[in-house]
């Protein structure tokens, strides 16, 4: 497997509240975490950073070669969970802090799968001759979409495209969603903030795919975002299958 990533403040943003984290785990495993913080001048870096070492350091402390789909989904579970009481902590003992969040959408990639969780609106694609998205947004606009009371079309100028309904360390306790997807040779998963997907539509990041190597998508997706108006700060990892 092969990672590539890159963050990048935008070109309209005055700070970058989000965060990213991909490694190897071993031979057959890897794993990736984009978070988009939210909550005054700082409070989305803290939360976002918060988030990223949290569930990092969990997977970094807890994965074991050869556990399986479920056990990874439970590690996966308990990592989000220890990661927004930790926030929702930090913020209650600082004023400046006080309702701080942020999204998530992290994932363990094995040989065969692709175990996703999430909250918010960062989202996870497969990407192979055709992109998929894994995950669904938890926001306004999936919601009135859903309810057949906004269209696709009428979603992409929606005042309150940015209005996420569910986020990380905000309450107590929070719900993530999973996705189990099966990973072929040459699959990628591609991870990525709202940055990246409210500038360059579905089929723009495909044909980057397509038409680039892969160790070059990265820093191409981000300047695709930049290109689109760069109006908020842009993450991207991408987790690549090799093929045998």
């Given at each position: 497997m092969q990672i590539f990533s890159k963050v990048d403040i935008g070109k309209v943003r005055a700070s970058n509240q989000d965060a990213?984290?991909?490694?190897?785990?071993?031979?057959?495993?890897?794993?990736?975490?984009?978070?988009?913080?939210?909550?005054?001048?700082?409070?989305?870096?803290?939360?976002?950073?918060?988030a990223v070492n949290a569930i990092s350091d969990y997977v970094k402390s807890s994965y074991h070669s050869g556990m399986s789909n479920d056990k990874i989904s439970q590690l996966l579970k308990i990592a989000v969970s220890s990661a927004?009481?930790?926030?929702?902590?930090?913020?209650k003992k600082d004023e400046a802090l006080r309702g701080m969040g942020t999204t998530v959408v992290a994932a363990i990639i094995t040989n065969d799968h692709a175990i996703v969780y999430h909250v918010g609106d960062s989202r996870a694609y497969l990407i192979n001759?055709?992109?998929?998205?894994?995950t669904k947004d938890h926001s306004v606009v999936q919601s009135l979409i859903e309810s057949g009371k906004l269209t696709m079309s009428e979603?992409?100028?929606?005042?309150?495209?940015?209005?996420?309904?569910?986020?990380?360390g905000v309450e107590s306790?929070?719900?993530?969603?999973?996705?189990?997807?099966?990973?072929?040779?040459?699959?990628?998963l591609l991870l990525c903030s709202d940055g990246l997907t409210n500038f360059v539509d579905a089929?723009?990041?495909l044909s980057v795919?397509?038409?680039?190597?892969?160790?070059?998508?990265?820093?191409?997706?981000?300047?695709?975002?930049?290109?689109?108006?760069?109006?908020?700060?842009i993450s991207v990892v991408i987790v690549s299958k090799e093929r045998g």
């Open positions: 990213a984290n991909a490694f190897i785990i071993d031979d057959n495993t890897a794993f990736a975490v984009v978070c988009d913080g939210m909550g005054g001048a700082n409070g989305g870096d803290v939360a976002s950073n918060t927004n009481y930790e926030i929702f902590n930090v913020s001759d055709d992109i998929v998205q894994i979603a992409k100028d929606f005042p309150e495209k940015n209005v996420i309904t569910r986020a990380l306790n929070v719900i993530a969603d999973q996705s189990i997807v099966p990973l072929n040779p040459g699959d990628a089929p723009s990041i795919f397509k038409q680039n190597r892969i160790e070059n998508v990265a820093d191409l997706l981000v300047d695709a975002a930049n290109a689109g108006g760069g109006g908020d700060n």
